[in-house]
């Protein structure tokens, strides 16, 4: 028997002949991919999301869009893959650590707040653990330096 696809507009849609089409095993869902780039891009929002409520007043309104162009900087980008091991194509966490500590120090988080307190609430976790303690070794180039000063005078 020949099979043939049939995109169903949302004027067309059908609940019951959904149920029916399920139940005969003929319903296709095409899920798009997301590339690598957007996988990354989501962790890192999803990730300083957790300390949103440390930001200062003077970035509040801003901070969302703060951090979209830094993940869709290219100039970052690279910065903040990791590039090998397991995690590959996902993002650093020690470099977004070592920026939001870069952040912290020009004003966009509470300088009242320790890093530390800021580490834990990123990581969901009451003890420091590898990405605190090793954040500095990921520091940024110059060119990402300058990258991230760019990006928080415009902003």
């Known amino acids: 028997m020949k099979t043939s696809l049939r995109r169903l507009r949302p004027r067309e849609f059908d609940a019951e002949l959904l149920e029916r089409l399920t139940n005969e095993g003929r ?16 962790e890192v929002l999803d990730y300083v999301g957790a300390i949103a409520e440390y ?3 003077e970035w509040q309104d801003r901070i969302c869009d703060l951090w979209q162009t830094i993940v869709d900087a290219a100039d970052l980008s690279e910065y903040l893959v990791m590039k090998r091991g397991v995690h590959t194509g996902h993002m650093n966490r020690y470099a977004v650590t070592n920026l939001i500590c870069r952040m912290q120090n020009k004003g966009v988080y509470r300088t009242d707040v320790p890093m530390l307190t800021l580490h834990l609430r990123l990581e969901g976790t009451k003890t420091k653990n590898k990405y605190y ?23």
């Open 27 to 42: 319903v296709f869902i095409k899920i798009p991919r997301i590339s690598e780039t957007e996988v990354y891009k989501r």
């Open 55 to 57: 930001v200062t007043m």
């Open 133 to 155: 303690q090793s954040c500095g070794n990921y520091s940024p180039t110059s060119a990402v330096r300058k990258a991230l000063n760019k990006i928080l005078s415009v902003v």
